[in-house]
């Protein structure tokens, strides 16, 4: 049997125990994010999520404060995916620079049992929350899935998108508490849209743009195009209708395991927000797979891990503007070079590599001591793949195999490498595809395997950080 400590990642944040699932945007308060997550205390019997809160600095390093809003705590029961505003103004009659959450809940006290938006709220900079009634803020009106709430503020109104099916819901409210549809957005090409997500950003030019984005709960083998990660468009937003620039959806991940990920402001020493970056995190699963039990690290009893954070920025290319993401500055400071040599080598279980890879060659990650298992990141004329087929992938397999277009030539890789997870970053952040890995605890070798290409300047080096720290805060607790 597997202990804790053989799984537990050294850079990826992990639940401490049981279940973890959909981020929740952070909030800046108190000096750091406030960062939120689904938890089920209670997994395998699925009695729905609370949110559980862990603070960063550095968008490296967690301090985990258990359960902030509690499932068990409210005729309601499980809270579902919503997000955090600080209300500076005080708009909802609940004081000035209180933390707000909308949030996704059955509607049970009613009877309706249909999802709805509730607010809660907090008084203490987030850490901890009361729900205002038991009566939904936005009742549901008429669908099946009316849920994930994200809730920017917008000149002097704040503006809502939902997650409705195929349809993202723009809602308008003056005091967070009464909600007015303005307009609608509608794709019905990927698959049902989840966690939504609506952000000015800067690009590189100095011009400003919106992008609108939702996590479509469908991922097509064998298609660089429907990943079903993280879909986004840039374009245009007037307070009330967004227009798409483009309307074929970009991709900000490639691989299988990036989904419902959040993205946020980052702010400066003197906790300004910045605008022309963002941080964003995703959860490390794919719903095709998510309910059954991977092949290795339950036995360390605990099933939920998060993609490093990344920083996010907007540039003008010759195809547009593309969002690029790369791995935060950050950790680059517990990273320590070793040895690169010929072969098999053994490395550190949490690693990072780089190298400059032409087409037809290969680096292979979480190698097995006979060489038969690994993870190949493999550089083709026209595509970037990332292959964990012979690991073994839950379901059917179908997902083994995640590939990304490329436009030929030499690609400059930096390969992320954790306990349980392997993320890629290409063309400087251009492109990404982040997989979960289900290889043995002792698979940690790396290989570079040149074939009809070549590889240059390949450097590994091992990542020392703890990733979560000792919660200090409530528990989940009935």
């Not at 008429?142 to 994930?148: I, N, P, S, V, W």
């Not at 997902?399 to 400059?412: E, H, M, N, Q």
């Not at 070549?454 to 703890?466: F, G, H, N, Q």
Request: overall charge negative; proline content about 6%; charged content about 25%.
């Amino acid at each position: 049997m597997n202990t804790p400590d053989a799984w537990q990642h050294a850079f990826h944040l992990t639940v401490p125990d049981h279940w973890l699932n959909d981020p929740q945007r952070p909030v800046y308060s108190q000096g750091a994010y406030q960062y939120f997550y689904l938890y089920n205390g209670d997994f395998p019997e699925p009695t729905g999520t609370s949110w559980r809160r862990v603070s960063t600095t550095d968008g490296v390093r967690f301090q985990d404060h258990g359960v902030a809003m509690d499932k068990w705590s409210q005729p309601n029961r499980d809270l579902w995916s919503g997000c955090l505003v600080v209300d500076e103004d005080g708009t909802a009659g609940l004081g000035e620079g209180a933390v707000v959450a909308l949030v996704t809940q059955l509607d049970r006290a009613s009877g309706a049992d249909a999802q709805a938006q509730f607010l809660w709220y907090s008084t203490d900079g987030g850490v901890t929350f009361t729900n205002l009634s038991d009566t939904p803020v936005l009742a549901n009106r008429g669908y099946e899935h009316f849920r994930d709430p994200k809730v920017v503020r917008v000149d002097d109104s704040w503006v809502m998108v939902l997650a409705e099916d195929t349809d993202l819901g723009f809602y308008a409210s003056q005091d967070l508490r009464s909600w007015q549809e303005v307009s609608r957005f509608h794709e019905d090409r990927i698959g049902m849209l989840e966690c939504p997500d609506l952000f000015r950003i800067t690009a590189d030019d100095g011009t400003a743009h919106w992008v609108l984005a939702a996590s479509p709960q469908h991922s097509v083998p064998g298609r660089a195009d429907r990943p079903g990660t993280y879909a986004y468009w840039v374009g245009d937003f007037d307070g009330t209708r967004f227009t798409p620039t483009v309307g074929e959806p970009r991709w900000l991940d490639f691989g299988f395991d990036w989904y419902a990920a959040v993205t946020w402001p980052v702010h400066d020493q003197d906790g300004r927000e910045t605008s022309d970056r963002r941080w964003a995190i995703g959860w490390m699963n794919n719903w095709a797979y998510a309910t059954q039990d991977p092949p290795t690290w339950t036995d360390a009893g605990y099933h939920g891990i998060d993609s490093v954070v990344r920083e996010l920025t907007l540039a003008r290319t010759d195809d547009g503007y593309v969002l690029v993401s790369r791995p935060l500055h950050e950790l680059a400071t517990v990273r320590t070079p070793v040895p690169v040599g010929p072969g098999v080598q053994r490395a550190p279980a949490a690693a990072s590599v780089t190298a400059r890879v032409c087409p037809g060659a290969r680096v292979r990650v979480k190698v097995s001591e006979d060489g038969t298992r690994g993870v190949d990141v493999l550089v083709t004329a026209t595509e970037i793949l990332v292959d964990r087929s012979s690991q073994g992938c839950p379901g059917d397999g179908a997902l083994a195999v995640a590939r990304a277009p490329w436009r030929g030539g030499p690609v400059d890789l930096e390969i992320l490498v954790d306990r349980a997870t392997v993320e890629v970053y290409a063309d400087g952040g251009r492109i990404a595809l982040s997989m979960l890995t289900f290889a043995a605890a002792d698979d940690t070798g790396i290989e570079l395997v040149e074939g009809d290409g070549s590889i240059r300047d390949a450097a590994v080096a091992e990542v020392r950080a703890t990733a979560l720290e000792a919660a200090t805060g409530r528990q989940d607790v009935r």
